[in-house]
């Protein structure tokens, strides 16, 4: 059975990926800053390696004996004094680095869905730059891009919650986002096969306006819209951009930019967006 270095494994996403792991009986090596963040730390497929990814020093001989690397390292949003740089780009290169010394066969690498084409964003400029070292490493590679998180769909229940939602244009713009267990089955996945790129979403397309209907829906509240003109999220972004640094603007300008745009991909899961708010009411 093949080794798996995962790298990211106490994030969203991360925490789905390891957990597929291990039901699809994978040993599997977690690179983490704080080993009490992983439940399954005691799991007899598990080793814990104990480092921080943006400190090279620290994960020398982090691949060695590994087959595998998937990594879900980035940020959101920037902390620690951390930009994204520092993170999306610099510490995956230092993962990267580490397979190389250690013969690592192949390189799993989660980016966003449309990100070659956004790369004005700060986020994306940083997540292409990685991908554009991976695609010269001389390593087997699969960069995985997934639509939009149900965790970023939230929102709009915590606006109906509070009786109204705020959408761009007119509410017909389409997205399909994807539940974190259903992404992390495409990750797990493609250890085994050969697509080189793969974009995935949920398994249901829907407008801004549908995804309010279902939000409200659960919320068990009426319908109140109100319709925002895109050039207006455009404008607050440059103002935002203007006078605020990139700590600031950066995941604004990501979220308000995707919001402004079809954000569809090839349909997969099982998971509803329907199922994932009432769950969060749960």
Known sequence: ?????????????????LKELINQGYQTRVIVRNPDRIKESRHDLVEIFNAEITQPGSIVNCCNNVDTVI????????KDGLTYMDVDFQANLNILKE???????????????????????KICEAKEKFVSSL????????????NGFFSDMSEFLKMAQ???????????????????????KVCVDSVKLNEKEVNVGGPQTLSQFELAE???????????????????????????????GSKTYGPLEFFMTVLTIDMIAPEYGE??????????LK
């Open 99 to 121: 397979a190389q010394k250690s013969g690592v066969k192949k390189f799993i690498y989660i980016s966003v869905l449309n990100g070659d084409k956004l790369t004005q964003l």
């Open 271 to 280: 998971r509803t967006i329907e199922e994932f708010y009432r769950g969060l």
């Open 135 to 146: 695609k010269q490493s001389g390593i087997d590679y699969c960069i995985i891009r997934p």
């Open 1 to 17: 059975m093949q080794k798996v270095l995962l790298a990211g494994a106490t994030g969203y996403l991360g925490s789905y990926i």
């Open 71 to 78: 990594s879900t390292v980035g940020i959101t949003r920037q």
């Open 162 to 184: 509070n009786g109204r939602i705020y959408l761009f244009g007119d509410g017909r713009l389409k997205a399909n986002p994807i539940h974190g267990s259903d992404l992390a």
């Open 214 to 244: 279902i939000a409200f829906k659960v919320a068990n509240k009426k319908t109140r819209i109100t319709f925002i003109p895109i050039w207006i999220a455009r404008f607050i972004i440059k103002i935002v951009k203007t006078f605020t």
